[in-house]
C-alpha cells in the first residue's frame, strides 16, 4: 500500500514562506515525477510544480521565481519551498507521484491527503 504523507500547511501572513513535505510510504518500485498541485474552494486543481526523477523541474507561472521544488529520491521525498505568498494562494495544497509499485505494474498516479495552507493576515 503506497502512501503519500503531506506536511507542513498552515496559516501564513501574506508575504511570509511556508515550506511543504510530502513523503512516499509503502512498497514503491520506482518514482518517476513527483509534484504538488492545489485547488481552491470552487475552483479546479492546478499544478503547482513538479520535478522529474534527474531533477528537470516544471513551475506554473504565478509561482516562478517563489517557490522552490526539491526531491530526495532516496527518502522518496518531495518538497517545496513557498516564499512571498499571496492570499490568493489559500488552497488545499496536494502531493502526486507517478510511478510504479513493483517491476511489473503499470506506472500510476499516486495521491496525497492534501494540507491546508492558509494566506491570510
Known amino acids: 500500500q503506497v502512501q503519500l504523507v503531506e506536511s507542513g500547511g498552515g496559516l501564513v501572513q501574506p508575504g511570509g514562506s511556508l515550506r511543504l513535505s510530502c513523503a512516499a510510504s509503502?512498497?514503491?518500485?520506482?518514482?518517476?515525477?513527483m509534484g504538488w498541485y492545489r485547488q481552491a474552494p470552487g475552483k479546479q486543481r492546478e499544478l503547482v510544480a513538479s520535478i522529474s526523477s534527474d531533477g528537470t523541474t516544471n513551475y506554473a507561472d504565478s509561482v516562478k521565481g517563489r517557490f522552490t521544488i526539491s526531491r530526495d529520491n532516496a527518502k522518496k521525498t518531495v518538497y517545496v519551498q513557498m516564499n512571498s505568498l499571496k492570499p490568493e494562494e489559500t488552497a488545499v495544497y496536494y502531493c502526486?507521484?507517478?510511478?510504479?509499485?513493483?517491476?511489473?505494474?503499470?506506472?500510476?498516479?499516486?495521491w496525497g491527503q492534501g494540507t491546508q495552507v492558509t494566506v491570510s493576515s
Open positions: 502526486n507521484a507517478y510511478g510504479r509499485t513493483d517491476l511489473f505494474a503499470s506506472p500510476r498516479a499516486f
Open positions: 509503502g512498497i514503491m518500485f520506482s518514482i518517476s515525477n
